[in-house]
C-alpha cells in the first residue's frame, strides 16, 4: 500500500508533525538526512503508520500520485537542498509543502522554480512549537489554490481546531502564507515583550513577589486579556528552580535570543513604508539584551531617577492591564496593517477576518481577542486600522489614560518600557490630524530642493529659503 503524504525532516517539528498526521490515519513515510533521527522516531513511533525510508527516491516511489511531501528544515539552503534531491524523482503535479519558517521571497523563488517543472509549491507557515506540531497547530498555506484543495484534507485534519472550525485557511498565492506567518511572529514578538514590561513594572516599581505577580497574570486571563502567553506567564513565574528552590525566573539568564523572523517583518515594513514600531521596538530589547556585559558595566556608571515614593498596588495593577490591552491592541493594529497594505501590494487578495481566525487557535499568539478582530474586518473588509472598529475605539479611548500614566510613571522611575511607550506614541501619532511633517519636508526642501505640497492648493512647489 502507498503512503499517503510523506515527511523529510524530522527534527522536533517535523517529527510532531508526522505523529499527527499519522494519529489522524495518515499513512506516513518518514525520511531525514542523516538516518539516526530516524531510528529515534521509528523506536518512539506509538504504533502509529509511520514508515521509515533511507533513500530519497525510495520514499518517493512510496507515495501516491500526485504525491504530497512535507519539508520541515531549517529555513535557506537547506530547503533548496532538498529541493534539489527532490525534483529528479517527481513528476508533474506533485506537491511540495515547505512548513518551516522561510522568508516569503525565498518560497516566491521556489515557486517560480519548480513551477518550471511541472511541480506545485505551498509555502506553509505553521505556529504552535512542539506542542502545536503534535496536537494541533495554525496552518498558513500559501501557493495556488488547486494545490491547496489536494492537500487540504490531510492540513485541515491536522490543525487545531476551534469550535469545530480547523485553524487552517487557504491564504493566497506563491509566499502569501509565509508572510502571514511571517508577520504573525512580529506580532508575536511585540505580544511578549509589552507583557514582559508590565511584569517588570509589577515587580520593580510595584515591588510585587513572583507569586503576587503569578497570581495577577491567572486573574488576568481570565479576562479580556486571556491568552496563551498570558497563560504560560503565569505557569513561568510559578515554576521552582530544582537546584536552588528560587523561582525559576530569577536564575534565567536576562539574555533574550530570536530566529530573524521579527526582523523579516521590520525590514519588510519599512521596506514598503509601514509603521511597525512596536513590532521594531520589540527587536531592538532583544538586541540590547544581549548586550548583557556592556549592560552590567553601565549600570556602575550611569544614574538613574531619585527614588518615587509608593504606589497605591490595587489600583496601578488594574492601570498595568489596562495599559498592556492597549498595547496589545496597537501591536496587532501595526500587524494586521501590514496585511492590508501588502495584500494590496502584492496582489494577493488577503482576507483578514479568516486570518485573525486561523490564530485563534494552536499558535503563540492565540487570544480570546482575535474573534473580536475578525469580527471587526468581516464588518469591514476595507478598515483601515484596527483602532478604527468601534470595539477597539471604544477600548483605546477608555485605557488611554491608564497607559499615560503607565508610561511615564516607568519613565520617571528610570523602567524602560520600549513597547508600551512606543503603543503610546504610535497612538498620539495616528490620531494626530496635522502632524509636524511640514517641518520635515520645510527642511528637505531648504537643504536639497525636495519641493513640498501646500494645504491651500494643488502641486508641488519649491521655495528659495535663502
Not at 34 to 52: A, F, K, S, Y
Request: charged share 20%; hydrophobic share 40%; aromatic share 10%.
Amino acid at each position: 500500500m502507498l503512503n499517503s503524504i510523506g515527511v523529510i525532516g524530522l527534527g522536533v517539528m517535523g517529527r510532531n508533525i508526522a505523529m499527527n498526521m499519522a494519529s489522524h490515519d495518515e499513512n506516513v513515510a518518514i525520511y531525514n538526512y542523516t538516518p539516526d533521527l530516524t531510528e529515534q522516531l521509528v523506536t518512539n513511533r506509538e504504533g502509529l503508520p509511520l514508515h521509515p525510508y533511507y533513500d530519497v527516491e525510495a520514499f518517493v516511489r512510496s507515495l501516491e500520485r500526485p504525491r504530497k511531501i512535507f519539508v520541515m528544515v531549517t529555513a535557506g539552503s537547506a530547503i533548496d537542498s532538498v529541493i534539489d534531491s527532490l525534483i529528479p524523482h517527481l513528476e508533474t503535479g506533485d506537491i511540495i509543502m515547505d512548513g518551516g519558517n522561510s522568508h516569503f521571497l525565498d518560497t516566491e523563488r521556489r515557486f517560480d522554480q519548480l513551477n518550471e517543472h511541472g511541480i506545485e509549491y505551498i509555502g506553509v507557515g505553521v505556529s504552535g512549537g512542539e506542542v502545536g506540531a503534535r496536537t494541533g497547530p495554525a496552518i498558513m498555506p500559501g501557493g495556488t489554490k488547486e494545490a491547496y484543495d489536494q492537500v487540504a484534507p490531510i492540513l485541515t485534519k491536522i490543525a487545531a481546531q476551534v469550535n469545530g472550525d480547523p485553524c487552517c485557511v487557504y491564504i493566497g498565492p506563491k509566499g502569501a502564507g509565509h508572510f502571514v506567518k511571517m508577520v504573525h511572529n512580529g506580532i508575536e514578538y511585540a505580544d511578549m515583550q509589552l507583557i514582559a514590561e508590565a511584569y517588570s513594572f509589577l515587580r520593580v516599581r510595584l515591588g510585587l513577589d513572583v507569586e503576587e505577580i503569578a497570581d495577577i497574570f491567572s486573574s488576568w486571563n481570565d479576562g479580556e486579556l486571556k491568552s496563551y502567553l498570558i497563560e504560560i506567564t503565569a505557569d513561568i513565574l510559578r515554576k521552582k528552580d530544582d537546584e536552588t528552590g528560587l523561582p525559576l525566573i530569577d536564575v534565567i539568564l536576562d539574555q533574550a535570543g530570536q530566529k530573524g523572523t521579527g526582523k523579516w517583518t521590520s525590514l519588510q515594513s519599512i521596506d514598503n513604508g509601514i509603521a511597525s514600531s512596536i513590532i521594531t521596538e520589540a527587536l531592538f530589547a532583544r538586541y540590547l539584551s544581549a548586550v548583557k556585559a556592556e549592560r552590567v558595566a553601565a549600570a556602575s556608571v550611569l544614574g538613574g531617577p531619585e527614588a518615587r515614593p509608593a504606589l497605591d498596588k490595587d489600583v496601578w495593577i488594574e492601570r498595568i492591564r489596562q495599559a498592556l490591552y492597549m498595547g496589545k491592541i496597537a501591536a496587532y493594529a501595526q500587524g494586521f496593517t501590514q496585511y492590508r497594505t501588502s495584500s494590496e501590494l502584492y496582489d494577493w487578495n488577503l482576507r483578514l477576518e479568516e486570518i485573525a481566525l486561523i490564530f485563534r487557535g494552536g499558535c503563540i499568539i492565540r487570544a480570546e481577542f482575535l474573534n473580536v478582530i475578525s469580527e471587526a474586518f468581516a464588518t469591514d473588509a476595507s478598515l483601515d486600522n484596527l483602532m478604527l472598529a468601534p470595539y477597539f475605539a471604544d477600548k483605546v479611548q477608555a485605557y488611554q489614560t491608564s497607559l499615560r500614566q503607565v508610561v511615564a510613571e516607568g519613565a520617571l522611575t528610570g523602567l524602560a518600557s520600549p513597547c508600551l511607550s512606543t503603543s503610546l506614541t504610535y497612538y498620539d501619532s495616528y490620531r494626530t490630524a496635522n502632524s509636524n511633517a511640514n517641518i520635515l519636508q520645510a527642511q528637505r526642501d531648504y537643504f536639497g530642493a525636495h519641493t513640498y505640497a501646500r494645504t491651500d492648493r494643488e502641486g508641488m512647489f519649491h521655495t528659495e529659503w535663502q
